[in-house]
């Protein structure tokens, strides 16, 4: 299983020697190493990509990392392995620089990131389905037969109505109001099991993001 964690540590020569050695020796296995942020106080933010020994727990690399002194592990999602890793890495950072808006942040970068025609955030209203935020392509009103928010409960492909027949979709539930993030293209490429995992992982993402913010 692959991970996606991001690190706090001092920003001095050796610190992500240490981090790194402190992952191995927990068993975790470094694929992919992108630096975040330097801030004023001296410290270091990374996103580091890693997948797991068989039998490794991902609660021992966190260990491993916070006995180090002054490293502090700011979040661990498990992440679908394959590609879009660093367009990824792009889109969490946006939403970390912006955290009361993450989840819209989300969905504006969701068509780049991804390669789809359009996204939207879609919530249950009266009966009805609205449609919290959008891109530029979405469409402007959902048919009243769909009942996406009410029946998804996690990322997965969405059976589209016939007006749509050359839709094909996929979401995933999304913040605290039952709210549906819908990702879309028209005609294929067909969406597969690993952007499936990515948009999961990411939908997450949002939504710590966004309540460590509140």
């Known amino acids: 299983m692959s991970h996606l964690l991001r690190v706090a540590l001092p920003d001095v020569p050796g610190s992500l020697g240490r981090v790194a050695s402190a992952i191995g020796l927990a068993g975790g ?3 992919a190493i992108e630096i ?3 801030r004023a106080d001296g410290v270091a933010v990374d996103d580091v990509f890693l997948t797991m020994t068989d039998g490794v727990m991902p609660d021992s690399v966190v260990s491993a990392c916070t006995q180090l002194d002054g490293v502090e592990v700011v979040w661990i999602q498990r992440y679908g392995a394959g590609g879009g890793l660093f367009l990824d890495l792009e889109l969490v950072e946006e939403m970390t620089q912006r955290r009361s808006d993450a989840r819209n942040v989300l969905v504006d970068a969701l068509p780049s990131t991804f390669r789809v025609d359009w996204a939207a955030r ?4 009266g009966g009805r389905i609205g449609i919290v935020r959008r891109t530029t392509a979405a469409p402007e009103s959902i048919p009243d037969d769909i009942t996406w928010p009410e029946t998804v409960t996690r990322g997965m492909r969405l059976e ?10 996929a979401g995933c539930p999304l913040g605290p109001d039952g709210d549906l993030v819908v990702i879309a293209r028209r005609g294929g490429p067909a969406i597969l099991d690993s952007e499936i995992a990515r948009l999961s992982h990411l939908c997450a993402l949002a939504d710590s993001i966004a309540a460590a913010d509140a």
């Open 122 to 125: 879609l919530r249950p209203e």
């Open 29 to 31: 296995n470094i694929e």
């Open 160 to 169: 589209v109505p016939e007006p749509w027949s050359q839709v094909i979709a």
């Open 36 to 38: 975040v942020e330097h």
